[in-house]
């Protein structure tokens, strides 16, 4: 739910035409910066053939060689890489790699997604952004948001996780899991305000 939060912010927060922006990203490719410069995203076009060269470790020092020269307040000590996904989608060979701070050990408000080409090693897309949370305390228990997830969708379920996250506020993500018998296995996907205890989204699959 963060990554999808994380886009809508950008897109809001940063047109790409108008203000301080510049439409041009590094090497070319559509980009949006904020107004101290920084590079909010960025997309452009990824190779489609020749062998991928880059290893796993060198796919990651360009992630970060890319962003600590393009985002002014990433800094490689207090992010951690989260997640590292590798794409083969329409001959392409993206690695995307997810950075976030941590608070507690809980991931924290500040986001950076990288899509690195093996081929060439160079950066194709990225999105990064940071926010000020109201706080970063949390109230509300595992089995509280647990309960009010399920108050939420109107039924039982099966928990499959609850995770907390801290964004614009603390929250529990909370994913329901419900066996179909006609139409297929579905899940619900609940945020509740980890501060207040209020539900923040409903989403389903």
């Given at each position: 739910?963060?990554?999808?939060?994380?886009?809508?912010?950008?897109?809001?927060?940063?047109?790409?035409?108008?203000?301080?922006?510049?439409?041009?990203?590094?090497?070319?490719?559509?980009?949006?910066?904020?107004?101290?410069?920084?590079?909010?995203?960025?997309?452009?076009?990824?190779?489609?053939?020749?062998?991928?060269?880059l290893s796993p470790r060198n796919?990651?020092?360009?992630?970060?060689?890319?962003?600590?020269?393009?985002?002014?307040?990433?800094?490689?000590?207090?992010?951690?890489?989260?997640?590292?996904?590798?794409?083969?989608?329409?001959?392409?060979?993206?690695?995307?790699?997810?950075?976030?701070?941590?608070?507690?050990?809980?991931?924290?408000?500040?986001?950076?997604?990288?899509?690195?080409?093996?081929?060439?090693?160079?950066?194709?897309?990225?999105?990064?952004?940071?926010?000020?949370?109201?706080?970063?305390?949390?109230?509300?228990?595992?089995?509280?948001?647990?309960?009010?997830?399920?108050?939420?969708?109107?039924?039982?379920?099966?928990?499959?996780?609850?995770?907390?996250?801290?964004?614009?506020?603390?929250?529990?993500?909370?994913?329901?899991?419900?066996?179909?018998?006609?139409?297929?296995?579905?899940?619900?996907?609940?945020?509740?305000?980890?501060?207040?205890?209020?539900?923040?989204?409903?989403?389903?699959?």
């Amino acid at each position: 739910m963060i990554a999808l939060a994380v886009a809508l912010a950008v897109s809001l927060a940063f047109p790409a035409v108008g203000g301080a922006h510049r439409p041009r990203g590094p090497g070319g490719g559509d980009a949006r910066y904020d107004r101290a410069g920084n590079l909010v995203s960025f997309s452009a076009e990824p190779t489609l053939s020749e062998p991928a060269r880059l290893s796993p470790r060198n796919v990651r020092r360009a992630a970060v060689r890319f962003l600590t020269r393009y985002v002014h307040w990433f800094n490689a000590r207090d992010f951690h890489l989260l997640s590292g996904r590798i794409s083969h989608e329409q001959g392409d060979a993206l690695t995307a790699l997810t950075y976030r701070t941590l608070i507690r050990g809980i991931p924290g408000p500040a986001f950076a997604k990288v899509e690195v080409d093996r081929r060439t090693g160079r950066v194709v897309s990225e999105d990064a952004i940071r926010v000020h949370p109201t706080t970063t305390i949390f109230r509300v228990s595992r089995r509280q948001a647990i309960r009010t997830a399920r108050r939420a969708v109107h039924a039982q379920g099966q928990i499959r996780s609850a995770t907390r996250d801290i964004w614009r506020n603390p929250e529990w993500n909370v994913v329901i899991f419900f066996p179909g018998v006609l139409f297929g296995n579905t899940f619900a996907y609940v945020t509740v305000n980890g501060s207040t205890g209020h539900v923040e989204g409903v989403a389903g699959t």
